[in-house]
């Protein structure tokens, strides 16, 4: 098959072209693609194979000369998992000097705040300090985030008692709720649901969900939230009836780093979603713009619980 005048294949390939060779000239170009293979090649959890695809054009002045195409599987070569025991590692060594970031930030946090008090409200450099003290609060909540997401696989299960946990939670919750003149109403159809998890995990989806739906509020919205029991599942609702989630951005919301707001890490719902369905669980949400939104997470009761 001659491939001369052939630029259609071109299509398949990335922007990124290297000169192989002046004269003749040659060039080769880059290209990177996801092949998902379904029905015959049916992998039992996912019910298809994904393989990275990785080629390469290479052609003169008249056209492609040949395709190299490299084709990784999914199967892990002794490379592969010796690359991934050290990126384990890796991850280990970030999260503790995440952590040890943290007390540094609080104490920095606490002299801030003592400058501040020390300043009038006149006084320029008191901008700076609230500038500053903001984005250590930034800065706290990262580390937070990301030692969330370092520990998501770890294994500290108990039995945590879902109603007590969630009305803990609303505790936190009360004074903003009440300076912000929100309606909150809670319902439980069945106060004895338990959970076998990691009881700072679950507190994490529950925070995200109604600090998210506390931040989507206007002042004297409503949120509601409902925890039911139903067919061997935990359902908890969060419904608020703040601003909706537009058609533009409902795609990305549970992205790492998307957000929409100025001080938003946009970590929120994607750990949730990590740790939701790091118990089998689901999480997933109903939203119209200018009438509010509801989030559900479904997490199943195994046998032993
Ligand atoms: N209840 C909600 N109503 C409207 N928009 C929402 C709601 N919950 C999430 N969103 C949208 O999803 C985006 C991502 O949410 P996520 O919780 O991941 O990050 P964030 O709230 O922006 O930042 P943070 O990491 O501090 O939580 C938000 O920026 C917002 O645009
Ligand atoms: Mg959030």
Same mark, same amino acid.
């Given at each position: 098959m001659s491939l001369r005048h052939s630029y259609v294949f071109e299509d398949l390939f990335t922007d990124k072209s290297y000169k192989l060779s002046e004269d003749p000239a040659i060039y080769i170009k880059e290209g990177?693609?996801?092949?998902?293979?379904?029905?015959?090649?049916?992998?039992?959890?996912?019910?298809?194979?994904?393989?990275?695809?990785?080629?390469?054009?290479?052609?003169?002045?008249?056209?492609?000369?040949g395709v190299i195409v490299y084709c990784e599987g999914e199967g892990k070569s002794e490379d592969?998992?010796?690359?991934?025991?050290?990126?384990?590692?890796?991850?280990?060594?970030?999260?503790?000097?995440?952590?040890?970031?943290?007390?540094?930030?609080?104490?920095?946090?606490?002299?801030?705040?003592?400058?501040?008090?020390?300043?009038?409200?006149?006084?320029?450099?008191?901008?700076?300090?609230?500038?500053?003290?903001?984005?250590?609060?930034?800065?706290?909540?990262?580390?937070?985030?990301?030692?969330?997401?370092?520990k998501i696989k770890s294994d500290s299960k108990e039995l945590v008692w879902v109603c007590e946990l969630i009305?803990? $939670?609303?505790e936190l919750y009360k004074s903003s709720f009440e300076k912000k003149k929100i309606r909150f109403r809670l319902y439980m159809n069945d106060e004895s649901i338990f959970l076998w998890a990691d009881r700072d995990q679950l507190e994490q989806v529950f925070i995200n969900l109604i600090q998210n739906a506390f931040e989507a509020v206007e002042e004297g919205?409503?949120?509601?939230?409902?925890?039911?029991?139903?067919? @061997?599942?935990?359902?908890? @609702? $969060?419904?608020?009836?703040?601003?909706?989630?537009?058609? @533009?951005?409902?795609?990305?919301?549970?992205?790492?780093?998307?957000?929409?707001?100025?001080?938003?890490?946009?970590?929120?719902?994607?750990?949730?979603?990590?740790?939701? @369905?790091?118990?089998g669980?689901?999480?997933?949400?109903?939203?119209?713009q200018e009438e509010g939104t509801t989030f559900v997470v479904e997490f199943p009761i195994g046998k032993d619980h």
């Open positions: 990177s693609h996801t092949v998902v293979l379904e029905n015959n090649f049916q992998n039992e959890k996912t019910g298809c194979r994904t393989f990275n695809v990785n080629t390469a054009i290479v052609r003169n002045e008249q056209g492609v000369l592969d998992k010796a690359t991934s025991e050290s990126l384990s590692v890796i991850g280990e060594l970030a999260a503790s000097a995440v952590h040890e970031i943290k007390n540094p930030l609080f104490s920095i946090r606490g002299f801030l705040q003592i400058l501040d008090n020390t300043l009038s409200e006149s006084d320029k450099r008191k901008e700076y300090v609230k500038i500053m003290i903001s984005e250590v609060d930034r800065l706290e909540s990262l580390t937070k985030d990301f030692l969330m997401l370092a009305k803990e $939670v609303i919205g409503s949120i509601d939230i409902i925890v039911s029991k139903l067919n @061997e599942k935990v359902k908890v @609702e $969060v419904k608020d009836n703040g601003r909706g989630i537009g058609p @533009e951005v409902k795609d990305k919301i549970f992205s790492p780093f998307f957000t929409t707001k100025k001080n938003g890490t946009g970590l929120g719902l994607f750990i949730s979603k990590r740790i939701v @369905e790091n118990y669980g689901n999480i997933y949400f109903n939203s119209a």
